[in-house]
């Protein structure tokens, strides 16, 4: 149990454009995701808490207009990274957070932007 | 989050058990001690948890000091599929639970 997986696993794309990553939990229900980040060599970093139906809260440093999240329901949450550059090249992970007090990890999404 | 304070890195022999320390000497009464380990390129994947008491699962085992200041995250019979980044992160419940601070972690690599 305690599954969750995220889609696309890898993608490229142009600089300016935007790119949507989902993260699902497939056998639980999680009212709060959050997103990570993690550079080459580099710790994980929280980016935002979401929480379901209402609006995402993000740590100091990361712009919400660039990085939009939604959490539209108990198993899904998308993160949008808009007009991307090549700078927001990065592995992008989201974890859910079981009623078992929890979290547990997607397997990660790894965005290059050329 | 209290401040965890891990080895940089640590080498086994597969089939031996790999003791990985975890300093937490500021942890606050209402914090647990888990442990996450990242395999390259993945997703961190949950070890184990604990409060107060030792802990064991089908993965691993936490031995937490009982003035709860240190811990010990045992892998009884190492393999070469253990060699990874592994973190220790104290977290509160409540609003504070969920901001996960990870450190730099130990890396452990288990050798033939």
């Known amino acids: 149990g305690a599954v969750v997986s995220q889609h696309p696993s890898r993608v490229i794309c142009k600089s300016g454009t935007s790119v949507k990553i989902e993260c699902r939990s497939l056998?639980?229900?999680?009212?709060?995701m959050f997103w990570y980040r993690q550079f080459p060599k580099q710790s994980l970093m929280l980016m935002a808490t979401?929480?379901?139906?209402?609006?995402?809260?993000?740590e100091q440093g990361v712009e919400k207009d660039k990085f939009l999240i939604n959490h539209a329901s108990l198993t899904l949450s998308t993160l949008t990274v808009t007009s991307a550059h090549p700078e927001d090249s990065s592995f992008y992970i989201c974890s859910a957070e079981a009623s078992t007090d929890t979290q547990y990890f997607g397997p990660g999404t790894r965005l290059t932007v050329l | 989050d209290a401040k965890t304070t891990q080895p940089p890195s640590m080498d086994c022999a597969e089939g031996r058990a790999a003791n990985l320390p975890c300093n937490h000497s500021?942890?606050?009464?209402?914090?647990?001690v888990y442990w996450y380990r990242q395999i390259h390129s993945q997703g961190p994947q949950y070890i184990i948890h604990g409060l107060k008491n030792n802990e064991t699962n089908e993965m691993a085992s936490l031995i937490i000091t009982e003035d709860r200041k240190s811990s010990t995250l045992i892998l009884p019979h190492a393999t070469l599929r253990d060699t990874a980044v592994y973190y220790c992160i104290a977290n509160a419940g409540g609003t504070s639970y969920g901001k996960l601070t990870f450190g730099q972690g130990t890396i452990l690599t288990v050798h033939p």
């Open positions: 056998d639980f229900q999680a009212t709060t």
């Open positions: 500021t942890i606050s009464g209402n914090e647990y």
């Open positions: 979401s929480n379901e139906g209402s609006k995402a809260t993000y």
